[in-house]
């Protein structure tokens, strides 16, 4: 099983900068995808980005050049750096990993955006 524990959400005014961590615990290897969702009220989960060591990055369109991805392999967690943030970012993200045939996903962390 896997366990995943997110942190750093929060109220940020547009322009600004946050930084979501996620710890995960379990059997995770560098070449298992690590990522980042969100949804916000009304809408679908989207994704945000993905990593996997050693292939590469993926972003949403609406994030790229905004929001980095990175993974600590020694510590088993994912980051996701959000600068120039906007009101439309505001959402609840979520850390996801595909592990064992099923998609694990942390509880979830508020992100708003506003002034």
């Known amino acids: 099983q896997v366990q995943l524990v997110e942190s750093g959400g929060g109220l940020v005014q547009p322009g600004g900068s946050l930084i979501l961590s996620c710890a995960a615990s379990g059997s995770i290897f560098p070449i298992n995808p690590m990522g980042w969702y969100r949804q916000a009220p009304g809408k679908q989960r989207e994704l945000v980005a993905t990593?996997?060591?050693?292939?590469?990055?993926n972003y949403a369109d609406s994030v790229k050049g905004r929001f980095t991805i990175s993974r600590d392999n020694a510590k088993n967690t994912v980051y996701l750096q959000m600068n120039s943030l906007k009101p439309e970012d505001t959402a609840v993200y979520y850390c996801?990993?595909?592990?064992?045939?099923?998609?694990?996903w942390g509880q979830g962390t508020q992100v708003t955006v506003s002034s």
């Open positions: 996801n990993v595909p592990r064992y045939g099923r998609n694990f």
């Open positions: 990593i996997i060591s050693g292939t590469g990055t």
